[in-house]
């Protein structure tokens, strides 16, 4: 008999475990205050000086992009619904090619605190607002979507109602907020490496405990599941959810376009001394990511052997294919031993905490620098402008953990609400920065045009379902949501080109004498 496939306890969660889980966040916050003591300058808070060592920005790029989402949706894409999912990898030396020899030169160039300056100086204060707003809109959602999953992650593992909800988010944003507020970038930063060799550990943990239980790797599977949707490598219809070149191009279009567009990620390269150090961050992100994304899929891969091998371990209301998001919480809550589920359960708030703390940081810089001192409303004293900052930061927080609740109203498992809500925004924001530095005639009126257009066509993809009815066969929207990025782009992109070079025509016609 399998000692994993015994429950240990009804709640799933013994004391030493609440007691690893609390020891967390208190260092955290302890973190937060020690790197917030000293300092002088809004430049030290939201950029570490511009000087942090690459190798840790590049941790931190891949821990604030990775969250909660990615941490549960891998495991439970691959395990209901097949595995074709990690063949994304195939993108990243085309990513990296694109972002360190295409965009890292030219951003470096600017040693600004907020991205969105540099859309002002091309093509006025309307488009740089534009950004400024859809950067919002993108982060509050990003971050609100993934502190409840978190949140639902949770009550699974504990053993409670959806009642708890509301208090875990609490804790969660609370915990994050405070240590971000204190610490600023620098804070951010270290605890993004902590919280990286957390999530990483807890998921080689899951593997290395499933095993142990089988004497070996007997948990790999040798053929295609009967549970698993069909994946071709591509489709001319639509609705078909996963491809393989759907999965290539949406995971291009989205590293490329927040590497691009995102304060998030160009707060990071920021930080950075120079260029080179820059590229050698992105790399850092680029192999750190490949890594826990191979190790999170052989994590679906192994839950799924483990838990057709033991059946009777699952309640009858947990189905495999059809609740496989709840599977891997509920294996880290009831099939680990005491301690062992504590250190995975902090893995778990630390992929939340990691997207949080940058959001939060990121927004705050933002708002500060494109709104605050923008439009004149900025303390005299850069003690003023750090405690402004501060006030800023916390206030977000709250509203992330008051706007959190919304989130469960999309339909869809983890992968797919991930993919709704972000290729809304990304592609639209990183297009603004394509028609400021890359396109010399762009004008103001042809990239709000291309970014109406391109928000049309992302609305209509990305709730297809909703708009114009399910596939009555397979039950999936009819545009799966993979061509929400790509498509977007491109209609942004050849929109707002068309028009700008319209108008540039018609301002460099020759006016008739009079």
Known sequence: MSILANTPSPSGLAVID???????????IVLGWWFGRKQESTKEYFTGSGNMNWMLIGVSLFATLLSTISYLSMPGEILGKGPIYLTNLIAYPFIFAVVAFVLLPVYMKHRVTSAYELLENKLGLSVRLLGVVMFLALRLTWMSLLVYLAAKAMIVMMGVDESWIPYIVLTTGLVSVIYTTLGGLRAVVVTDLIQTILLFGGALTVI???????GGFGWFP??????WDKQPVFSLDPSTRITVIGTILSVFVWYVCTSGGDQ?????????????????????????????GVTLGFVGISLLGFFQAHPDALPASID????????????????????VTGIVIAAMF??????IDSGVNSITAVVTTDLVDRFGYSPKTEKGHIRLARILAFSIGTFIVLFSPIMGKISGNITTMAGKTVNLFVPLIFCLFFFALFVKFSKP?????GWICGLITAILIAFSGPIFGVNPKTGYDPISFQWTGPVALLVNIIVGTVVSFILSRSDSTPKPQA
């Open 18 to 28: 609440w007691i690893i889980v609390a020891a967390y966040a208190t260092s955290t």
């Open 208 to 214: 290395a405990m499933i095993t142990i239980d089988f």
């Open 222 to 227: 040798t053929e295609w599941q009967d549970s």
């Open 264 to 292: 998030v990620s160009i707060q990071r390269f920021m930080a950075t001394t120079d260029l080179k150090a820059a590229r050698r961050a992105f790399a850092t992100q680029l192999v750190v990511g490949a890594l826990v």
């Open 320 to 339: 495999l294919k059809d609740d496989a998001d709840k599977i891997f919480p509920r294996f880290i809550a009831f099939h680990l031993p005491p301690g």
């Open 350 to 355: 630390a992929a939340a905490m990691s997207s």
């Open 445 to 449: 009126a042809g990239v709000w045009a």
